[in-house]
């Protein structure tokens, strides 16, 4: 099996999110070296020593910048940092953002609006530039699988679980987000769907497989989907989810996959991961991995 050439044109799933990452660490550190710059260099280094804030700018700026730890690999499309580093970026970034919407926020109210036009004038727009910076990095750092769902390759992403499926060894891993939760017997897992939903694509279900799943094809008397969706479901499956989903934060159907497994004891009926929902892809990547668990 011939491997594929990593190139500058074809580089490797994730260095993306890394030149992102360190772009944005570099705009930052060269705009408060601009600052400090118009400063005296003594009486800056001792506002730097006597500001907290200041070093936790300057530790979110290594990280940002050196991402130590942090490689682009073709298995972790969308993870090329590791999980602490990740969690760090996020905490960090967080803060960040929190302190300058505050001393903007702040800035506005004392000032007044025509004031703080002028100022973000003055500043090239950094006022507004500063907090967005620190939103973007919070926004790639966000919880998510480790790919995206590709049903004829056995890949399903829920939330931020993924689950990796081999026909020839019947075994699942999951993960959570880059962290292996484990590996398991793919027969002795099950999609458990809320009770007011069930599950679109029963093992009896004449005709049914993966493949057709994938082309849109479904049980007989099931009503047709919208292009692009990937899978036929009937019309209460679809209906009531979507209705869910618009009630409201925190009200979407959840849905467990269960490790059933009765040569471990005190491990039976175990629940893997229980996941909200939220979105269409979700929903459809949950149907799939219910059809894929029930044909092994």
């Avoid at 029963?202 to 919208?226: C, N, R």
Wanted: some cysteine.
């Amino acid at each position: 099996m011939t491997r594929t050439k990593q190139t500058r044109a074809n580089a490797a799933p994730g260095a993306g999110t890394l030149f992102a990452l360190r772009a944005i660490g570099l705009v930052i550190l060269v705009r408060w070296l601009f600052s400090m710059s118009e400063m005296h260099l003594l009486s800056a280094l001792t506002a730097m020593a006597s500001s907290p804030w200041a070093c936790i700018n300057l530790v979110f700026l290594f990280l940002l910048i050196f991402l130590p730890g942090a490689r682009a690999r073709a298995e972790r499309p969308f993870h090329p940092l590791p999980q602490w580093l990740r969690q760090a970026l996020r905490l960090f970034a967080f803060l960040g953002f929190l302190f300058a919407v505050w001393t903007v926020g702040a800035f506005v109210w004392t000032a007044g609006w025509r004031r703080a036009v002028h100022a973000v004038a003055d500043t090239n727009g950094w006022l507004v530039a500063a907090p967005t910076l620190y939103a973007v990095v919070l926004w790639i750092c966000r919880p998510r699988a480790l790919w995206r769902t590709n049903i004829a390759a056995r890949r399903f992403a829920i939330g931020r679980y993924a689950v990796s499926l081999d026909g020839t060894t019947r075994t699942a891993v999951v993960w959570a987000e880059s962290r292996k939760i484990g590996q398991y017997d793919a027969r002795e897992l099950s999609v458990r769907w809320p009770r007011t939903t069930q599950s679109p694509a029963p093992a009896s279900a004449p005709g049914m497989s993966i493949s057709s799943f994938a082309a849109g094809v479904g049980e007989p008397g099931s009503d047709p989907v919208p292009a692009g969706t990937g899978a036929a479901l009937p019309r209460a499956v679809r209906a009531t989810p979507n209705r869910a989903s618009l009630a409201g934060w925190g009200r979407w159907p959840r849905v467990e996959l269960l490790w059933d497994s009765p040569a471990a004891a005190g491990h039976n009926r175990q629940t893997v991961f229980r996941v909200p929902l939220v979105t269409e892809r979700d929903r459809i990547a949950a149907r799939a991995l219910d059809a894929t668990l029930k044909q092994a």
